[in-house]
């Protein structure tokens, strides 16, 4: 699969205000500075979404046109950039309504055929993520963990966190990524073609 255009539609709170007809939807979603602004530039292979040093910056959801290619077949699909959360400095109402948009959003779109979690590397998961998986499985959500920032880290300590963060997300596979490398781009985009499809093996085997 390969992208060949993307473009910026809107920012939004609410799925009803996507308007985007019935275009399939990949939501990237993560803690605060995780990455998912870099991860969406590097695999649209230009610069769409907007990234910043400034944690937190994003409070919308930011809606992008796709256009791809597959096996010789063109297609569209809504790549949707979410605002980090977990990030320590905002205050608990913000948090709270970063919660109530987000759960919102992602159980009132039918359109969504996966959620991409971003998870930096170098962290361990805390009980935050741990309440995020939990509410994955519970509503039925399918995701796919991604693991950034892989150029930050040893070929053995990737290995070994890979594999524990596979049992703490129950077995569902992790996939590797650097925006600045490149690093999973191919594969990434290979599962994404799988999804869109019906067709992605998820459980590691
Ligand atoms: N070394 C390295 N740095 C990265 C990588 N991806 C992103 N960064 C850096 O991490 C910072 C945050 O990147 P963003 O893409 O803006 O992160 P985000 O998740 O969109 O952040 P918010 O929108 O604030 O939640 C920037 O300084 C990026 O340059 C990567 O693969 N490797
Ligand atoms: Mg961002």
Request: charged share 30%; proline share 3%; glycine share 8%.
């Amino acid at each position: 699969m390969r992208i060949i255009d993307a473009t910026y539609i809107k920012s939004v709170r609410a799925a009803e205000d996507a308007e985007v007809g019935d275009l399939p939807e990949i939501c990237f979603v993560g803690r605060s500075n995780v990455g998912k602004s870099s991860l969406i530039n590097a695999l649209a292979a230009q610069r769409v979404a907007r990234t910043s040093s400034r944690p937190g910056a994003t409070r919308m959801i930011n809606l992008y046109k796709v256009l791809y290619e597959s096996k010789g077949r063109r297609g569209w699909v809504i790549f949707s950039d979410f605002p980090g959360f977990g990030y320590a400095r905002v205050s608990r109402e913000m948090a709270r309504d970063w919660r109530k948009m987000v759960e919102g959003y992602l159980l009132t779109n039918d359109r969504i055929k996966r959620v991409i979690w971003l998870f930096d590397v170098r962290r361990d998961p805390d009980e935050l993520d741990g309440m995020l998986v939990e509410w994955f499985l519970a509503k039925g959500l399918p995701f796919s963990p991604v693991l950034t920032k892989v150029d930050k880290e040893t070929q053995g300590n990737i290995a070994r966190k890979r594999r524990s963060f596979e049992a703490f997300v129950d077995g569902v596979r992790a996939h590797l990524f650097s925006s600045r490398t490149g690093h999973g781009k191919k594969e990434l985009l290979l599962h994404i073609r799988h999804v869109l499809h019906g067709e992605a093996a998820d459980k590691v085997s």
